[in-house]
């Protein structure tokens, strides 16, 4: 079995190798990254792993935000021309962790007959910046808050924070089209394995205040570029409160100090979550599987009250089709009966 890895970056050098190196070590066979732009040492970190051979090397020189068609063509890619079984679509602040084993053995797990799965994602709190890399600080998770994902007004107004919509990978196809900035795929062959999760994202969104900043201002003025101006309505809410001035503002209000986490932690709203660095570090697997347990306790039960929302909302959306079906049905009957109607007459 074959797992490819697609990524396409802009400035990431704050967490580019450490990506890299977490999911080559972790199971990840080869690598498809599409540099955009980049203007620190991301190109640099991607030429060294292209020159090891696990990594294939292209380019994005618009400023259009393009990131859909190029993940697309990365995922095709992987299917033609480097043998995937199964591929990754994934960002540079996203860590994927199997529940067990490696990452190939947990794809390998997945029954035949589905082509796709969703990876529930573990959003780290953004912590003060002390000169320490992100993955020293970044320790504690933000607990799942199920009636604030049912609620879409809370979402449309939830700013920076990132209520945790799944991320997709899926068995390699030539057809693939990789949707909704890599929540979603199409395809011949893919359809979702319901309930089966075996590998959870840690997503480290807020690492800096410049690396947020340069993220919203470099995908902004791509927006404005973007012939659709309904596309990403997050994103360009985000610039619209840089060019007014507001984003330290929205970023520093999120910053968790050592009580806040201390308080959030008594309170069950969030929990410690040392894995990667102690998965990197070499340090026991008691670390590397949680902190303890009460926090392993409530990341299951984070992760099962997500699994439940996300049958719900598969649920309502059969339940549309269903609805959308039958009134089409009902539509076509009626046109029959008028049909009948007049030749009566």
Known sequence: MKLV????VRNEEDILEVNLRYHLERGVDFIIATDNRSEDAT????AKHARAGH?????????DYAQPQAMTRMARL?????GADWVINNDADEFWWPREGSLREAFSSVPPGYGAFAAYRSNFAPRPEDGRSFLRRMDVVEL???????????RGASGAHHFMVPKVAHRAARNVEVTDASHGVAGTGLGFAPGWQPVEILHYPLRSYGQFEAKVRNGGRALE???DPDFNPHLRRLYELYREGGLPDLYFSQILDDAAVDSGIEEGRLLRDRRLHAFLNGEDGESVEGTEPRARAARATAIGEYERW?????LNRLKRRLEKRERRLEEVRSRLERKRARKRK
């Not at 890895?5 to 396409?8: A, G, I, N, Y």
């Not at 996300?310 to 598969?314: I, L, S, T």
């Open 55 to 63: 990594l294939h090397l292209m380019r994005h020189a618009e400023d």
């Open 225 to 227: 570029r973007h012939p």
């Open 5 to 8: 890895m697609t990524l396409f």
């Open 310 to 314: 996300v049958a719900e909302k598969r």
């Open 78 to 82: 992987a299917a033609e021309e480097f």
């Open 144 to 154: 799942l808050d199920v009636e604030k994902l049912r609620d879409r007004k809370v």
């Open 43 to 46: 190109p640099e970190i991607l």
